[in-house]
C-alpha cells in the first residue's frame, strides 16, 4: 500500500539531515519509527523481525512497534515527524546549506 508523502513530510526528511547535531538516541529513535509509520514501506506486518543478538534493529523495531500500537495512522505520522523535526531544528540547529553527511560509506 503506497502513502502519499505530503510536501511537509519530504521537507522535513530533507531537513532532517541537515541538523547541526546528532539528535539523542531516543529522538532518532522516534524519528526512525515515525518515518517507518509515515512511508509504510514495508508495512510494519511486512516487516522481518530482527535477529536474537541484532540489539540495535530490537531498539528500531519496538520504537516502530509502539507507534503500530499507538494506532498512529501514516499521515498522522507524517504530520508528527514534521513537529519532531522542527523542534529539533530549534534545539539543534539547522543549516539550509549543509551536505547531507552519506551513511553507509567507507
Do not use: C, R
Not at 514495508?42 to 509502539?66: I, L
Amino acid at each position: 500500500m503506497a502513502v502519499t508523502k505530503t510536501p511537509e513530510f519530504e521537507a522535513a526528511v530533507l531537513a532532517s539531515k541537515k541538523l547541526l547535531a546528532k539528535p539523542s538516541d531516543d529522538e532518532l529513535l522516534e524519528l526512525y519509527a515515525l518515518f517507518k509509520q509515515a512511508t509504510q514501506e514495508p508495512s510494519f506486518e511486512e516487516a522481518p523481525k530482527p535477529g536474537t543478538f541484532d540489539f540495535k534493529g530490537k531498539y528500531k523495531y519496538n520504537a516502530w512497534k509502539k507507534v503500530v500500537d499507538d494506532e498512529v495512522s501514516p499521515e498522522d505520522a507524517q504530520k508528527h515527524y514534521v513537529e519532531l523535526i522542527e523542534k529539533l531544528k530549534a534545539k539543534y540547529g539547522y543549516d539550509e546549506n549543509k551536505e547531507p553527511e552519506q551513511v553507509g560509506t567507507s
